[in-house]
């Protein structure tokens, strides 16, 4: 069982949004601002979408935003392209001896 | 601009040891913090350990302590993670990645598949 509770799998059609959550506790999510969100296509290494909660890596679409409110982070992805189809992880700090903890991902299908 | 790349698969039968290499281009190695993840088939993410920069020391996940080794070598700019006493759970891809100052990881390598099988 992964220290991050994603859903398994979200989906949406294109130009539509879609929200994917994120939840731990308050040694992890709620505790610090180090959250990052992955996208990992089959086959393909994970790739860095979003950090410390919010901010978008140079290069990543303003399509991908990140929040957060308590001990859930939330990844929303705008104006769906068949491109996004991917697995989304999260990521913290988390303050106990594991020091990085991940999501167990999130599968996005474009319909 | 970060390059990571990684040694070829590995095929091993259990108990043996593994020892995968990350090779750093476009910056030195002392300049970054490196780790790594790996990823059962079909299965999520899993962080292994790393260097943390802020206490100058590497850093193993409980489950591996013991177990696993990750070692540097500076003069090529190589990193290396060794896992011994290896059993069928340990198949999986071994990322190595770069760790920015707030625990993301901002550069992967691309993977190298280990596989544990008598």
């Known amino acids: 069982q992964s220290a991050l509770t994603q859903p398994a799998s979200v989906s949406g059609s294109p130009g539509q949004s879609i929200t994917i959550s994120c939840t731990g506790t308050?040694?992890?999510?709620?505790?610090?601002?180090?959250v990052s969100w992955y996208q990992q296509h089959p086959g393909k290494a994970p790739k860095l979408m979003i950090y410390e909660v919010s901010n978008r890596p140079s290069g990543v679409s303003n399509r991908f935003s990140g929040s957060k409110s308590g001990n859930t982070a939330s990844l929303t992805i705008s104006g769906l392209q068949a491109e996004d189809e991917a697995d989304y992880y999260c990521s913290s700090y988390t303050s106990s001896s594991r020091y990085v903890v991940f999501g167990g991902g999130t599968k996005l299908t474009v319909l | 601009q970060v390059q990571l790349v990684q040694s070829g698969a590995e095929v091993k039968k259990p108990g043996a040891s593994v020892k995968v290499s990350c090779k750093v281009s476009?910056?030195?190695?002392?300049?970054?913090?490196m780790h790594w993840v790996r990823q059962a088939p079909g299965k999520g993410l899993e962080w292994m350990g790393g260097f943390d920069p802020e206490d100058g020391e590497t850093i193993y996940a409980q489950k591996f302590q013991g177990r696993v080794t990750m070692t540097e070598d500076t003069s090529t700019d190589t990193a290396y993670m060794e896992l011994s006493s290896l059993r069928s759970e340990d198949t999986a891809v071994y990322y190595c990645a770069t760790i920015g100052h707030s625990w993301f990881f901002d550069y992967w390598g691309q993977g190298t598949l280990v596989t544990v099988s008598s």
């Open positions: 308050s040694s992890d999510v709620g505790g610090y601002n180090y």
């Open positions: 476009g910056y030195t190695l002392t300049e970054l913090s």
